[in-house]
């Protein structure tokens, strides 16, 4: 266990459906990151928060929406997904951002967009 | 711009020979090097990091990468595979300038150790 967490594990969606990603880290990090990883692609940086303001927003398309209430706790909000975004959604954490600190990576959700 | 590459997409060895998975990148800035493992169905793993200290990097389980600037690459290299050594292993290069963070991840060497 990395002390990283990502509820639900699997889920499956429709593409007029609505759902959230959850992850909650238990390290007392004050950054953290959702990335896409698919098949065949490198993983791909989706958002950073630090100190939980938003600082990257890497072209991501407006239907993946992030939250960030507190520093242990970060969502990814989704609606009207497309099925290219089949894909595992994986959560880290850092002690903060920047170049140096190493994250540490929840075990990840499968998305599945029927 | 940043990237990364790594020069092989699988390799396979004998248990108890040595491994190499080699790793290039290309940076603007002064990069923090890393490598993380991903288990079948597990989230990633850092086995080792480079940040502008010593260029010979030692990690977990036995593996260590060197620094080369001149070369622009950071292998990864093990002594003597284990069969637990069986995964996929990402090379990462990441730079912080202007307060923006750049993470860039290669597109994976995947093990396989033979009995």
């Known amino acids: 266990e990395t002390g990283v967490t990502q509820t639900p594990r699997h889920l499956v969606m429709g593409m007029t459906n609505k759902k959230s990603l959850k992850c909650e880290q238990h390290?007392?990090?004050?950054?953290m990151y959702w990335y896409k990883q698919s098949a065949k692609k490198p993983l791909e940086l989706m958002f950073v928060?630090?100190?939980?303001?938003?600082?990257e927003n890497n072209s991501v398309p407006s239907r993946f929406s992030p939250e960030c209430p507190n520093s242990s706790h970060l969502f990814l909000h989704l609606h009207t997904l497309q099925p290219e975004d089949s894909a595992l959604y994986l959560c880290?954490?850092?002690?903060?951002?920047?170049?140096?600190?190493?994250?540490?990576f929840g075990p990840g959700t499968r998305l599945t967009v029927t | 711009a940043q990237s990364v590459t790594q020069l092989d997409s699988h390799v396979s060895v004998s248990e108890g020979t040595p491994v190499l998975l080699r790793c290039n990148y290309s940076s603007s800035y002064s990069p923090s090097l890393f490598w993380y493992v991903q288990h079948p169905n597990k989230g990633l793993q850092l086995l080792l990091k480079y940040t502008s200290a010593a260029t010979l990097v030692k990690g977990i389980n036995g593996f260590e990468a060197e620094f080369k600037k001149s070369e622009t690459s950071f292998h990864l290299t093990k002594p003597s595979a284990h069969m637990s050594d069986a995964a996929e292993y990402f090379c990462v290069v990441s730079t912080f300038s202007g307060g923006y963070q750049k993470v860039t991840f290669g597109t994976g060497t995947k093990l396989q150790v033979i009995p």
């Open positions: 390290l007392g990090h004050n950054a």
């Open positions: 928060y630090n100190f939980k303001e938003q600082t």
């Open positions: 880290a954490s850092s002690q903060q951002a920047g170049s140096s600190y190493e994250q540490y």
